[in-house]
């Protein structure tokens, strides 16, 4: 109801705009983002303590295995995204609708333990945790573009596993149409899911041909360490030919339905954020263009792709 008025902030047109990449801008950047000089010092010296605000410091201790090895087909020689940009450029509105305060407001939320339900229309119901995760599930590492609605553009390597091979653990039933992700609903722990004009929590969803696409993962890390909590931890889908708002962090529930899901930015917009939100060039967000993208470390701009990329993989389920 009140909600369906609301128009975010962080989709208002990225203006941002570098035709050309320079050294002092990316610096500019950075410095901006507090992951230069001073900040950095002072974040190093923190460690250990809680501050009010949390302490970006404080992350998931880090599992056997770590870095896994990477998917041979999943390993384009693309430059990848530096990582302290990735780790400080964030959408993650359950903390801040400001990109980068979302990893100052992560102290409170708690990671372990954590487990995922499994459930819905599936002969095998099953709940695991993170841990159980890198014993059950052939882990690895793959390099994936990532392309936000707003225009802008990353490329990432993500540890986790095939979304495909947990379907193939539940085994769901013929009536099961749609996946539906739920990211965990703790107003205490989040200090952006106070505010309720926000239809939490947060919901997206999948086709199940979608989620049997070998391009479909679950991640539970980044640039060969578990996941930050700004980033999903512990546990993320990253479904690299859709906007990137469909890659839903921090998974609480995993269902398998009948009925499309209704979605987080469906029910806030649906002509804005559609439950397919395939990137498309030629298909413009209905207030800006989607025809090209900044790529968020260097500020270049570049065409955007088809599926992000990944017709050659995807085009057939459309
Ligand atoms: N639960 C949840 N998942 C979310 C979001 C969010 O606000 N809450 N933001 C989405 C959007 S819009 C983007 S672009 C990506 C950002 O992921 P990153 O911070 O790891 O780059 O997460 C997506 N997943
Ligand atoms: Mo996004």
Redesign the pocket.
Known sequence: MSHIRIHPDWHIHDREITPECSYFKRREFLKQMGILGAGLAGITKQVGLHGAEGNPSLQPSMPDGFPFKRHASYSPSWKLTEQQV?ES??????FSTNKSRVRYLTGAFSITPWSVQVGGLVEKPLTFTVEEAYKRFQMEERVYR?R??EAWS?VIPWTGFPLAALLKLVQPKPEARYVKFT?FNRPDQAPGMRLNSYPWP?VEGLTIEEAEHDLSFIATGMYGKPLPK???APV?LVVPWKY??K????IDRIEFTAQQPKTFWESLSPVEYPFESNVNPNVPHPRWSQATERVVDTGLRRRTQLFNGYADQVARLY
């Open positions: 990735a450029y964030n959408n993650f509105y359950e990532f936000c609605v990353m990211t947060y700004q980033n999903g993320r990137g708002y890659s839903i962090k921090s």
